[in-house]
């Protein structure tokens, strides 16, 4: 009697459940994510040994081109908000709606006073095509002290780094830190490329 023969199936596997998984994944990464903030001026910056992270929340960036040009930034939109408020207020200038709106999506900027309002209603290629000349900080005009002051009194939990060009003047980087130290600030972070660290001699 010739045997049976058993009808081979093929496997089959439910992906279904590793899909969902994976769409779980990918959703929980893009909205978690930081993305690097826009910067009115590349600054390359130094490199060093120190691996001490700098502050998520709560930071004041002060960016120096590698023309020497001064930026200033802070990390949340309702501190900006409060900053601009605070500083029209003093200065007299009057600002609408959008130009408010428009400084809030700012990471950073490089203006002075006078001329924010203008530079505010700038959008699109205009703006990106925008050399900023940066914030005056001399004797005779330290706007940046203005700046950093209004930011501490709007969020007195601050830090406050200081991100430079490595091909900056040292001079402008003295002013900068005078500048704080004028409003008693001697501790602030110094934004630095990651180096590897020297192999101990004898390994």
Known sequence: MPKVKVKRKGVSLDMTAMCDVAFLLLTFFI???KFKPNEAMPVDTPTSVSDLPIPDADLITISIGKDNQIFFGVDAQPTREAILKK?????????NAKQVKNFMLMDNFGVSIAALPAFLNLE??????????GIPCDSLVNELSGWV???RYANPKSRIAIKGD??????????????LQDQNINRFN???????KP???GL
């Open 149 to 151: 002051m209004q930011a």
């Open 199 to 201: 192999m101990a001699a």
């Open 124 to 133: 699109g290629p205009e703006l990106s095509g925008f050399k900023q000349p």
């Open 166 to 179: 490595k091909a900056t003047d040292a001079k402008i980087v003295s002013k900068v830190i005078a500048t």
């Open 87 to 95: 500083v029209a207020q003093e200065k007299g200038l009057t600002l």
């Open 190 to 196: 110094l934004i630095t490329g990651m180096e590897a």
């Open 31 to 33: 909205l978690t994510t």
